[in-house]
């Protein structure tokens, strides 16, 4: 298979149509993770969070449809990617949608949901081009699927321990 280096990562050259996939899958890529960067460190439930939040959201929607279509174009090659899109997906889904709802604690799944989506975003380009990285090739292979884990995982349970306690789950009231 021909392969084509575009600042240090081979593209396979499976002609124009995987081409432009590969083209709309990076931008909407970058646009992801610097969008959810942002809504991830502004003010929550503000305009910046919630413009930002909605074109990470739809980035996202975007990554994984242009990623099945590359597996579905290469299979044998980008198979792996699907689980990852699959996790990243139902992560943005119930982040999405437990937004709409306003009882005690919803935003603690909001957070934890969108936070294991991007996660999620951040292993598939991980696996997919660590091995080409700069000092990330040194790594071992099973690295790209944990590192982003374990960084990730101990900012989210930060983000839950920032939330007001007014935020949290009601308890029960105690039995009479």
């Known amino acids: 298979m021909p392969v084509v280096e575009v600042l240090g990562l081979p593209i396979p050259d499976e002609g124009l149509v995987f081409l432009a996939v590969i083209v709309l899958h990076v931008v909407t890529g970058l646009t992801g993770v610097v969008c959810g ?33 590359m597996a579905v174009m290469r299979w044998q090659e980008n198979w792996h990617l699907v689980p990852i899109g699959l996790v990243a997906g139902g992560a943005l889904a119930i982040g999405w949608l437990d937004r709409r709802r306003k009882t005690p604690g919803h935003d603690r799944v909001h957070i934890v949901a969108m936070g294991c989506s991007y996660v999620a975003l951040l292993t598939g380009f991980y696996v997919d081009n660590g091995p080409h990285l700069p000092l990330w090739r040194y790594l071992p292979d099973w690295s790209f699927w944990v590192i982003p884990s374990v960084v990730g995982l101990p900012i989210i349970i930060a983000a839950l321990r920032r939330r007001p306690a007014s935020h949290a789950v009601e308890p029960l009231p105690e039995p009479r």
């Open 37 to 69: 960067a942002t809504a991830a460190l502004a003010r929550k439930g503000g305009p910046v969070h919630v413009t930002f939040g909605l074109i990470y959201g739809w980035a996202l929607v975007a990554i994984i449809a242009t990623m099945a279509a």
